[in-house]
């Protein structure tokens, strides 16, 4: 009965949509594999997977040195440990995480991908098996009389582990044939044992099947045959030779044998920790190489299977010293699974790495660790101190500003014969003299600003008698700033970070990589002065954007300088830590009905044509409707064309036209260029409404001689930064007199619009009191509580804030 089953579920596996359905139940958390088998009878109709191939070629004999090269791997061998193919309770398999491994194998196998299967799981689904025969077995008699709960708790013999990989391997394999044959691949069964890799003869007739399969584009799923296997021998490893004893040893040595490229080592931990997962101070390390050894304390091995990391490790270090690559990794988690294998070979930051070649400066999580603890020391420095950091920065911006414009001409050059950025991006890039200037104006703002930024008592509360209350400013942690194309960000994010007394993490882009370089080396040295100089950190190693955002527990907020879609990558990748910033700037200037024809004029050329890459340039002109075919608008219009301002006609005002400019695309539009949509509204009230609709909460400008009209413009609107008669253009930090700007804010929580210092502190309270506890303010105590607000002020001795 139980084999019917069992054949009737293969059946069922290779009809049309069967896996979708074990995947979106495992996506639920839900269990398929304890599912009956008539709810694969939902399923419908089928969809290959699209098949394209990848050129892949790489001469082994070495294995990669970093992770950004994995994308290149031809030949991979992905393991699939005890603890991934079974079932919690250790019988029958999880066939929700099977599915979602298979689906994953099928694509990369289908971009051109050589892709082998090493896989445990025989032992546990014929113990599922041969436990169901033997419950069957029972007679009639004994079933009845039992009772149902009885019968439940029925005691079973223990099972022989090589009886039940007898009975198991057949309906693994089935399995996974069934499950393969939904996306159009073949697959192959092999069962080896340590005594075939010992016989010369042996391994050359496996080595021979294996590249044949390979060359007919069949997937192996290889096994040790657990029916007819010895135990292992401890300490039976061949001179240079891994010994077989587990899946882990056979899959490093065939990995080698096959000379793939990757191996792939699928367990139910998250990768190699540098102490047992679960103990305090455990890290998971993202990057192993030999030697470490010594600096890995080891725990308990899986909850099934008869490896564990020592194991793992021992043959993910002997595959790697046959040049082949290997990444240790969880294969077991629900939001992962479904995509753990394609995100390794995509270079992701996914489970541990073994690798050979040991970058010679820390790793980005020493970086953090190194800034967050400099930065602490960088907080309780005097205001004073923290001023002369950054006017020293100011000074060497100046003193230095050869070296910093060598460095950016190289930047120029390079960016100009590769030829991927546009002008406006090009022009970001360009630093002179007049620049660093500014910069260094703008420098010594932030230090005097400075002065009472850090540890400002904001609110003082007498809650009982000699029980006080404070609220105090303080810095909010490690910053990542991620920033493309503008090098000049570097200074004005590192002198407010130092201001806040905040730490930093910057990761710039590659194509101003010199300019950086030198901007970074003088924050360092003038942090030297009060010896904070790790206090600021440049990110010069192949981190990837999305990996950085998930360093959740090293960074506390990450604000992004660029293009609308990095900001849109980052707010999508970084899921536990916030972002400060906007993902567009999409500003409006309303000209009213009655407007003066001067300040239009004036305030749109300014707004749209002093700076058309910025994210406070206007985008869309709104017109009131009054003003069409009058002068007035037929002034603006050839000011538009005289600056050669592309004009994209709105729906509304192209039924105005005969013969119209090109109809926008889209209201919702950021054009970044010598570009702007022009559209007609019937009054204040519709701009409004059509701003609220169409734009992203950045700047937004009316333009009007009626101060009624205005204020309620200015009340109702919803934007971060709302102007009357002024160029959208001044939603600055530093015209606003912050000194610089992190960036501009469109959030509704912490800080909005230009963020400068201010919006780089938080607070925390502190509470002095004198032995005070809260069961002396119950029914039954002795004191009551007071509550008085205590003006700012007026200070006790040694006492410091502002007010």
């Known amino acids: 009965m139980y084999l019917q089953r069992m054949l009737s579920c293969s059946r069922l596996l290779a009809r049309p949509n069967a896996l979708q359905t074990f995947k979106r139940a495992a996506s639920q958390g839900k269990n398929p594999s304890s599912f009956p088998f008539p709810i694969l009878h939902a399923v419908r109709q089928w969809s290959n997977v699209p098949f394209f191939t990848v050129p892949l070629a790489r001469a082994h004999g070495k294995s990669f040195a970093h992770r950004s090269e994995l994308r290149q791997a031809k030949r991979i061998v992905v393991k699939l440990g005890s603890a991934v193919v079974t079932r919690g309770d250790e019988c029958g398999l999880a066939l929700g995480r099977l599915a979602s491994i298979v689906e994953q194998v099928a694509v990369l196998q289908n971009q051109g991908r050589e892709m082998m299967i090493v896989t445990s799981g025989a032992v546990a689904f014929g113990k599922q098996r041969l436990r169901h025969e033997i419950l069957l077995s029972q007679s009639v008699r004994q079933a009845l009389h039992s009772g149902q709960n009885q019968l439940k708790d029925m005691a079973l013999p223990v099972l022989e582990a090589r009886a039940c990989a007898a009975a198991g391997q057949s309906g693994l394999m089935a399995l996974y044939e069934a499950m393969f044959t939904q996306y159009s691949t073949c697959t192959a069964q092999i069962l080896v044992t340590n005594l075939d890799f010992h016989d010369d003869q042996k391994r050359r007739n496996l080595n021979s099947t294996l590249h044949e399969l390979l060359r007919m584009n069949i997937v192996p799923i290889i096994n040790t045959n657990d029916a007819v296997v010895p135990p292992p ?45 679960g103990s305090d101070d455990a890290k998971l390390l993202d990057t192993f190489y030999p030697g470490d050894q010594h600096s890995i304390t080891y725990g308990t091995k899986s909850r099934v299977g008869i ?60 970086q953090t660790e190194m800034a967050r603890s400099a930065g602490r020391t960088l907080a309780s420095l005097e205001p004073e101190q923290r001023s002369d950091i950054i006017c020293a920065f100011a000074d060497l911006l100046t003193e230095r500003k050869d070296e910093i414009l060598s460095a950016n001409k190289k930047d120029m050059e390079h960016a100009a014969s590769i030829g991927r950025l546009s002008p406006a991006l090009l022009k970001r890039l360009s630093l002179s003299s007049s620049k660093l200037n500014s910069l260094s104006i703008g420098l010594r703002q932030i230090a005097v600003s400075s002065q009472d930024s ?29 920033f493309e194309s503008r090098p000049d960000c570097l200074p004005q994010v590192s002198a407010l970070a130092i201001a806040s007394g905040n730490a930093l993490l910057l990761k710039g882009g590659k194509e101003a990589a010199n300019t950086n370089r030198i901007l970074h080396e003088l924050a360092q040295e003038a942090l030297s002065i009060h010896g904070v100089k790790d206090a600021i950190q440049l990110v010069s190693t192949r981190e990837e954007v999305e990996d950085l955002c998930r360093l959740e527990k090293m960074i506390d907020l990450i604000i992004p300088r660029g293009s609308s879609q990095l900001v849109r990558d980052i707010q999508r990748a970084a899921k536990g830590i916030p972002v400060l910033g906007h ?8 000209v009213d009905h009655e407007a003066s024809v001067d300040k239009a004029i004036k305030i749109i050329r300014d707004s749209k044509c002093d700076y058309p890459a910025a994210c406070n340039a206007m985008e869309t002109l709104l017109v009131h409707r009054d003003l069409l075919r009058t002068p007035v608008f037929d002034q603006i219009i ?20 005969t013969f119209s400019p090109s109809e926008v695309k889209s209201l919702r539009t950021e054009y970044g260029d010598l570009e702007c949509c022009i559209e007609v509204v019937d009054s204040m009230q519709e701009a409004v409404d059509h701003i609220h609709k169409y734009g992203s909460s950045h700047t937004d400008v009316i333009v009007t001689e009626n101060e009624g009209t205005a204020e309620q413009f200015l009340q109702q609107l919803d934007s971060a930064c709302v102007f009357w008669n002024a160029s959208s253009r001044f939603a600055d930090g530093y015209r606003f007199g912050l000194g610089a700007e992190v960036g501009i804010s469109t959030a509704r929580i912490h800080a909005r619009g230009p963020v400068g210092l201010e919006g780089l502190l938080t607070t925390k309270w502190v509470l002095r009191g004198d032995g005070h506890t809260a069961a002396d303010f119950s029914e039954q105590g002795s004191m009551t509580y007071l509550h008085e607000n205590i003006p700012v002020a007026q200070l006790l001795p040694g006492r410091r804030t502002t007010s």
């Open 233 to 277: 021998e401890p300490n039976s490893d061949l001179q240079g030779v891994i010994s077989i004893k587990d899946n882990d040893s056979l899959a490093a040595r065939l990995a080698v044998e096959m000379r793939a490229d990757l191996l792939i080592a699928l367990s139910d931990v998250e990768g190699l920790y540098d102490s047992p997962p």
């Open 307 to 366: 490896g564990g990391m020592e194991a793992k490790v021992k043959a993910a270090l002997w595959a790697l010293q046959g040049g082949t690559s290997v990444v240790i990794a969880n294969g077991t988690h629900p939001k992962v699974t479904g995509h753990v294998i394609t995100d390794i070979v995509e270079g992701k930051k996914v489970g541990t790495f073994f690798s050979e070649v040991k970058p010679a400066g820390p790793t980005v999580e020493q």
């Open 454 to 482: 850090v540890g400002r008592v904001l609110r003082r509360t007498r809650v009982a008698n000699n029980l006080e209350l404070e609220q105090i400013t303080v810095p909010i942690g490690v910053l990542l700033v991620i």
């Open 583 to 590: 993902s567009e700037g999409i500003c409006h200037v309303y």
């Open 638 to 657: 050839d000011m538009l064309r005289t600056e050669h301002v592309k004009i994209h006609a709105g729906p509304k005002f192209a039924s105005y036209l």
